[in-house]
């Protein structure tokens, strides 16, 4: 791998990690603002390995061995950095299998969003496709149904790899709506420090699912992905104890996420049916998008703060 592509995949990975987390830094904030010093000390340091080193760490290097079990978990970490001929065969005939079930964890994840989300509206036609949340189910099930078609022909095992993306997404996703419920009661004041440490420790677990599986439209090497992503999560805990409010006033970061993910997912299954894109192209995706939205965030901020100046003088 040239240089230059490992620092631009590596700055992508941490982009992508921390504007896809920003709802996780949100709500850590809001509960450990509700927590003592000790707790909030606790989490914050010992928060941070568990994210980066273990939730992180593991959880990439799990998929690309669960893909290739023969690689060994060693295999499966030094696999891209391997001359041998024989490793490079092997991840590229599994790699469909990954990118295919990760491409549609990352599409469904995105018409979650679109359809049955609270959101700013950021684009023309996302508050009509808000109003139609029934069609949520319809659109994914069919558009599984369409690629599982596809991808039988290509192979069988490929087409498990669609549905157990499809399966990875409810699973997690009913995780999530578990977890907004419990944070009603978290900041009720009717848990332990001890206990909302534990929640924030599972939330964060399941948020940093989506930065590691779309990670793999970046690319297939561990390393890189856990340097990238490993990044995006410390600074994404320093956004936590900081900046979070200024962060949190650029209202349309969460757009410039979902619409990454989306291209991201098309992506990763386009690669899988063997449509090659190089690789550069998901970085600057990542960056493009995210910088739309921030820069349409700030005008609109700037918009506000020079309406709101005037009536206080």
Excluded: C
Excluded at 107 to 125: A, H, I, S
Excluded at 156 to 181: C, D, K, N
């Amino acid at each position: 791998m040239e240089l230059g592509f490992i620092i631009l995949t590596i700055l992508g990975l941490t982009l992508f990690e921390i504007i896809t987390s920003i709802d996780n830094a949100v709500i850590n904030a809001e509960v450990l603002s509700t927590m003592g010093k000790k707790a909030r000390r606790f989490f914050l340091f010992w928060g941070i390995l568990l994210a980066v080193f273990i939730v992180r760490g593991l959880l990439p290097l799990l998929i690309v061995f669960a893909s290739n079990p023969s690689l060994g978990i060693i295999g499966a970490l030094t696999a891209t950095f391997s001359g041998d001929p024989k490793i490079h065969e092997a991840i590229e005939a599994s790699s469909p299998i990954l990118l295919v079930g990760g491409g549609i964890f990352m599409v469904f994840l995105f018409f979650n969003w679109l359809f049955l989300e609270t959101k700013n509206y950021g684009l023309r036609g996302e508050k009509f496709f808000n109003e139609q949340g029934a069609w949520f189910f319809a659109i994914v099930s069919i558009l599984l149904s369409v690629i599982v078609w596809f991808a039988l022909q290509e192979n069988p095992i490929m087409a498990f790899g669609a549905v157990l993306g499809s399966t990875a997404f409810f699973i997690i996703h009913g995780f999530r709506q578990y977890a907004e419920q419990q944070e009603k009661r978290l900041m009720s004041g009717g848990m332990s420090d001890a206990s909302k440490i534990a929640y924030l420790e599972v939330l964060d677990s399941t948020f940093s699912i989506d930065g590691v599986v779309g990670a793999f439209a970046f690319t297939l090497s561990v390393p890189i992905i856990l340097i990238g992503n490993g990044i995006g999560a410390v600074v994404l805990r320093q956004l936590t104890v900081s900046n979070i409010e200024r962060i949190k006033k650029y209202k349309y970061l969460k757009n410039g996420a979902m619409y990454s993910i989306l291209f991201l997912g098309i992506i990763m299954i386009l690669d899988s049916f063997g449509y090659r894109i190089p690789p550069y192209v998901s970085p600057i995706i990542a960056f493009g998008t995210v910088g739309y939205f921030f820069y349409k965030s700030r005008i609109e901020l700037k918009d506000i703060e020079a309406t709101l100046t005037p009536s206080k003088l």
